[in-house]
């Protein structure tokens, strides 16, 4: 069987996570991993059964490799736009973690660059393959809630970050929201249009330092007239991510998964198990479905289900919250891009 | 035993639900029950075996009645003023549905007033007694989340009420989202400072005609520091009324009741009933212990648990949601309250 | 409205239930209520809003009453029989807790004296009337699970009780099992003819000081060729009701109920409370639709929902289970009813 | 990393399976398949990533690679004495699917045998290996349920196997229900004494032409005085597999797994997904895990989790339930060792 030949460029826990799924998809094959210290990377590879992965201190050797059809980025957001441009142009499909970039007028670019390339470009918003939330998209799309009246999502995370990454996170809407942004508009199967946000440091001072929040709500309107809200949290000591689709004629809703169905009864009460910890957790299945897809679309030409533009909306709807969290005010989306455009 | 005797002003759908709750409360007697219509109300006490209660077409006759000592006020909303002003006159506690009045300014005289007189007067949040409702705030009171960072409510009826209704009711946040906003300051024990709302007609246009809205999502900021959102329908097919409250150590959240357990497992898919039609099944046993713990206030001289004074805070978060879908900015109550000031 | 005039024959808890629960059925009064020790029930009848209730030391009272149509027995078990005869004797309709009696052959000729004197028995198997239990009969009735084929009930009570009771209960089939029994045979529409009983003494000796158990298992073999498991034990912490009817096209079970539906998520897991601790809690709606439906017989000359001959079947397969654990096998009940004849 | 090399003989869906599992597990390789009708396994062995393993049409080539450590026995029941004898002398481990033979005697052999051989032998009870059946146990060994005193089994499959596969698959309980024998063992942690069965075919008359059964409910007695009831079906349209354990301090359950959390609610009511179809679905992890425990057994020279001697102990219960079932009562599992001893 023919097999695509892929690159990864960062070994982080993202990066090590993607090399590890290719080994259950027999359409793919790692080749090469670069990272800026790959010093433990050979034991890592041995370790994992991936003793033939070419491992590399330089992007370059992956970029250089002409068996190398596509690239996974997975380093630091801000080393995105320059690999991304050197990846295009040496000719390479392109998966690359989110967000692109934190600049919305860069993104914006290589939302045009990819087009002009024709290569295939998909963004990381691994939540859209996950189980639970694919089956309330299919059936939103079926119909089977007539018309999106209300979204609901919820999403929070177990415990803060290290405050190194903090400061160079772009911030709670940014970083973690944006994956919620996403999210919206592929439940709702409308733009979204304005956005308000409140925000508050409840968990810990030290987002404050970093002129951050830990805590938000966020509302939404989109184009279709439908209204929708999301809570977040830093620290809720396990991951939390829940969505609810409301419709004209009913409304489709999930729970977090959990690592068994076991239900303890005493005198005491009922007990179980909390939900997963994690996106490692939560996500195993959807990580490995994202990578599927992008590597069918390598294979069979089809179209990536997550594009750049995609990335870049996301990107938007998280400056305009940004924004609104700053102003105090409710901020169409078109206000931004208009800003967008004078500043070219 | 010695038992409070009552009188029912106003014999609609949900005075006429007390009265029969009041079968099952010895310590209370239903004296008199008055309304405008009062013919079919003699065959109604006798088949619901109240044969005893006399029946009248004046309030006047309930307020003249030495013997009734609390008055439950159930008439449409603009009476509500008038009435509670002569049954305080007369020194009758009162109970009274929700709103007190369309008018904030009037609703704060009657706070003061209530206070003056010295009676007991207790506001219709039935939903306070809700064995769910109930049973998370004393959670939550008692710490098992911690510090409340966050607060969720979704509360969408069953369907749309009449066009009559409609035109009357005041709109969504004051007929409908009145109970949420209760709700709100009875489960993070804090009050609100700030408001921002969204609205929409989705389900029925006779809503814009009306210069109403169908669909709303409500963001709150209260004192605490703590963010909450409300999402409101007027078309859910069935009662959704949920709550959750997210707190530093956990969340707590309910789910709407159901007329029964059962499921069904077929080779098409598990089925079950959908929950609880409306506020009548829903709330019946909330009903009951509200009316109970105005009794209970009564003979025993304790506090009601939701006052003139809860009655008049909902209200004016209600009034400043209005204000703030109108202005689409978020409005500070105290602005609000300083405008008020300022009438006077 | 014409009102069904009742009587209630023993007031122990179960007595005092009844007559409480009659407050809220208008097209029934109670009259009288007797008692061995009356005393205390003036001030019961006062505090329960029952003030027109006459209390009285002697049944004879009660059945001498001509007003009186219809009475509740429910006095201990060893006192039905007579009881039962007189009652008829002055043409009154009967209510009976179970079990009839502790005599099959008794029990068998009570069945053959109603059928003569024409007059409603209705046996006090409340779980007929249970939201739960009824919707699920409703449903396999309704042919939603095709074929019934298999049964399984789990039946626990929270503690065990007292040992004066042990004494004179009966033993668990016949006093605790036998609801079981009975819903076995309302669930499956089809008659029991074969019993295997497993029983075991692991939570108290002191029942097996009484010939008793307070753990077991029944395998029931249904006339349909269906097949049934039934699990008992006397100490769940709380009342663990569950059944579960599976059949050709699908699978019909109920889960316990539960006084709230808050669930607690923390760092250390899920809680929620306890189900409903025992049969006043869980079946508290269950007992007032069993009068209610025993009055609407007397009054509109229906037949009652449980018979005595529906009595009559649970304690033949409650007699067998017994007959099969002494004797380690299978038993047929159609054994049983043999001999039942060759002793008359 | 150290690698154990294995061999697979029989490549029908299991063996397969074993195999794919495999490239997980950077620990193990698979170094050879054999199967008597190999031609097909070349372009499975490509499309499945493992284009490194030979295929083979005879069993010996593997037993005769000496490099190859252990084998997995995934053939017909009827040739797996002889490939186990075969192995043993070879000196191979051995994973073996169950029932280890058809023939109760033999298999006490085979645990004598490897015994002597002094080599590693892990029955295929994938069920131990599942998430939320070893959660259970896991919970019950820690005390958490007190002592266990009640075990109920639920065990359906989706549907009935081909008639072909009914006439050689020694019945439903050395077929189907063995499974629930040893869990019963796994979860109890005390040995089955008595077992009593009950029998129908209520499906299809296709299970009385092979003198086999379609339903069945079994009654356990543990040395421990515990008692159980296990229920099985052929046709549940879905894989029904659930365990409850009631102890002295409580009880825990567990539900069958679902493809996903989402709900519809609708006018119509609650709406999910069937639970996973079958063994393939619900036990995809457990197959995993049940292969790396027995691979680390090899490699780190500790015992393997579920023994030679745990798979006799299930074919003892599974011919005793056989027996019962034949003569209509409850069979002591002494009686047959003796017959057994006897026999020699």
Known sequence: MKQVKLGIIGAGRIGKLHAENMRGLPQAQVRAISDLYPDSLHSWADASGLPGVRVSGSYRDILDDAEIEAVLICSPTDTHIDLIKEALQAGKHIFC??????????????????KAKGLKFQTGFNRRFDHNMSRVQELVRAGRIGEPHLLRITSRDPEPPPESYIASSGGL??????????????????????????????????????????????????????????????????????VEVFGSEGCLSIQNDTPNTA???????????????????????????????????????????????DGYQAELIAHAAKLSLRERRPIALQELEVALQQQQ
């Open 263 to 309: 239900e303890l009864h005493t005198a005491a009460g009922v007990y179980r198990d909390k939900p997963l910890y994690f996106f490692l957790e939560r996500y195993t299945g959807a990580y490995v479905r994202e990578l599927e897809s992008f590597v069918q679309a390598i294979a069979g030409g089809a179209d990536v289900p997550v594009s750049a533009y």
């Open 173 to 242: 809407f940014i970083d973690m929201a944006i994956h919620d942004f996403d999210l919206a508009r592929f439940m709702m199967n409308s733009e979204v249009v304005e956005v308000y946000a409140q925000g508050a440091v409840l968990i810990d001072p030290v987002f404050a330092k970093h002129d951050d929040i830990d805590t938000a709500t966020i509302s939404l309107r989109f184009a279709s007239g439908a209204l929708g809200v999301i809570d977040n949290s830093r620290k809720a000591h396990y991951y939390d991510q829940r």
């Open 97 to 114: 973690e989110k967000p692109i970039s934190f600049n919305l007028r860069e993104t914006a670019q290589i939302v045009e660059l990819v």
